[in-house]
């Protein structure tokens, strides 16, 4: 299976909302999907995850609950991140992963996952 594609990065104002996009290229269905950033000198963190047969589990990070969203449209094969409320922490290079497979649990570890994207940048500045 090819790599999946982010889009979507992009420089906001603190506040602002951004919604990145990861394009699979096989079914979405048999799978978990997740969203991972790494900040410059950090090491990497998963964001939020969801499992492709049940859309409703899903699993956030502590530090983005109640501020980001992840969605995943089958028949788009696409992996969504909606982002409310950005932060400069938020600043990273955010990643898209899949897992083939059935999906037990959504996972932020990425060891768990089997491709991963190239990344997309997103930058929060005051």
């Known amino acids: 299976e090819a790599r999946p594609v982010e889009s979507g990065g992009d420089s906001v104002q603190v506040g602002g909302s951004l919604t990145l996009s990861c394009s699979a290229s096989?079914?979405?269905?048999?799978?978990?999907m997740g969203w991972f950033r790494q900040a410059p000198g950090k090491s990497r963190e998963g964001v939020a995850a969801i499992d492709g047969e049940e859309v409703d589990r899903t699993r956030y990070a502590d530090s983005v609950k109640g501020r980001f969203t992840i969605t995943l449209d089958h028949a788009k094969k696409t992996l969504y991140l909606q982002m409310n409320s950005l932060t400069p922490e938020d600043t990273a290079l955010y990643y898209c992963?899949?897992?083939?497979?059935?999906?037990?649990?959504?996972?932020?570890?990425?060891?768990?996952?089997?491709?991963w994207g190239l990344g997309t940048q997103v930058t929060v500045s005051s």
């Open positions: 096989e079914s979405t269905y048999r799978s978990c």
């Open positions: 992963a899949k897992k083939r497979g059935i999906c037990w649990l959504p996972s932020l570890s990425g060891s768990d996952y089997d491709s």
